[in-house]
């Protein structure tokens, strides 16, 4: 036996924050990068630049890995069943990314379960898509099922002539119409299992999207109905072993106080995710270390929460350097911990993230302002610090 080495597909933050972790177990961690300038290139010694939609760059890559695993979701699904075939292990599998992947795929698996989703409909035509907002009430919901992120491929429908508007977004193939839900907040229920079974929840989050991008999150989500939290990390859980999940899994919500189970599932992430960010600091076990964990099928760790913890994120704005104001921002709350992503600065681009822990009892919002002022400075620079 010797120490693993584990592949990962994608150089983005998800990868980078893998490299502390590995380090630390005494792991070879091994990046197929995008671009030599990639925010995990610096982070491990080797970071081959390659295609991940390349079969033979990902054969290469794979050669001599323990495992591979990945920062996204967006490998062709037909090369992982192919370097399966030739005996890579490949974590998490083809069939359980594909609810990752298609959220048509994903509304039909969660509706077998019987897992609360929204009303929803597969969609092939302006026409289909008038009669589900005539059905269900408007205003909808239009996805495409495969491609979206950060609140592109969804689109909001308020009544018939939106519809029509949408008939362009035909042209790629069927759509997915969901109800918009009534929400009063966004969670999110983060789970990691391994190949063997083992499976662990962390407690369930409140996320804040400014945009539809994840700007805050609040860990444990508060004054969350107990049964919902209970029934929310459940349900996650179930999707992570019937689904077979390995690795760190997100189970984004939609919180429905006092209809149906209290939530309703709005989308899957198999990988590490933005609202998980905290367990870095916030948890006795890391989702960064757990993944590694998780995909090596070693025992996970524990994940419970040290304290409420805010995370905040920061994205590119105006202000190109993000060091003008960095021992400003450290100054002005000691207790924050700062995760930079060593990104190049574009407009709205996730550049690096904060958290700080209420390991002295501070209240939500001092926590919430403490690290929005730090997020803020490092955004905006010395110039925009008055
Ligand atoms: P993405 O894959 O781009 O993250 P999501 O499906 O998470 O897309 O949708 C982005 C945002 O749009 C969500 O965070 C939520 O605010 C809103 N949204 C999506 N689906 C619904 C829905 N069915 N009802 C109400 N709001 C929705």
């Known amino acids: 036996m010797s120490f693993p080495k584990i592949g990962v597909i994608g150089g983005g933050q998800l990868a980078r924050m893998m490299a502390p972790e590995a380090l630390n177990l005494g792991f070879e961690l091994h990046i197929l990068a995008e671009g030599p300038d990639v925010s995990a290139a610096r982070s491990v010694p080797d970071a081959p630049v390659g295609d991940y939609k390349d079969l033979d760059t990902l054969r290469a890559f794979a050669q001599g890995k323990d495992v591979v695993t990945f920062d996204h979701e967006h490998v062709p699904n037909e090369f992982l069943t192919t370097l399966i075939d030739e005996g890579v292990n490949i974590q998490p599998r083809p069939a359980a990314l594909i609810h990752a992947q298609d959220k048509l795929v994903m509304r039909e698996a969660i509706e ?59 042209a790629n193939g069927p759509l997915l119409a969901e109800d918009k839900v009534d929400f009063s907040r966004e969670l999110s229920a983060l789970v990691a299992r391994t190949p063997s079974g083992e499976a662990k929840a962390w407690p369930v989050v409140h996320t804040i999207q400014v945009d539809g991008v994840c700007d805050e999150v609040i860990a444990p989500a508060q004054d969350l109905d107990q049964a919902t939290a209970t029934a929310a990390a459940e349900a996650a859980l179930r999707i992570a072993n019937e689904f077979g999940v390995t690795g760190v899994m997100a ?69 190109e350097d993000l060091y003008s104001a960095f021992a400003a921002a450290l100054a002005a709350a000691p207790e924050v911990k700062v995760h930079a992503y060593g990104k190049s600065v574009r407009p709205g681009r996730k550049i690096g993230h904060v958290n700080v822990v209420a390991d002295a009892g501070q209240s939500v919002d001092e926590l919430r302002e403490q690290a929005n002022k730090v997020a803020a400075l490092i955004r905006d620079g010395v110039d925009a610090k008055n």
């Not at 592109?152 to 949408?166: P, T």
Request: net charge negative; glycine share 12%; no cysteine.
């Open 251 to 319: 189970a984004e919500l939609f919180e429905t106080p006092g209809v149906g189970a209290g939530f309703v599932i709005n989308e899957l992430a198999m990988r590490p995710h933005n609202t998980g960010h905290w367990t870095m600091n916030g948890s006795v076990t890391s989702q960064f270390e757990q993944h590694l964990r998780a995909v090596l099928d070693l025992p996970l760790g524990q994940t419970r929460e040290l304290g409420v913890t805010v995370m905040k994120n920061y994205l590119g704005g105006a202000n």
């Open 112 to 170: 077998r379960l019987g897992l609360p989703n929204p009303a929803w409909a597969k969609v092939e035509t302006v026409e289909e898509l008038i009669s589900f907002g005539e059905e269900t009430g408007w205003p909808i919901v239009l996805k495409t099922p495969r491609g979206g992120y950060d609140g592109k491929g969804v689109r909001m429908l308020d009544n018939v002539q939106d519809a029509k508007d949408a008939a362009d977004w035909f």
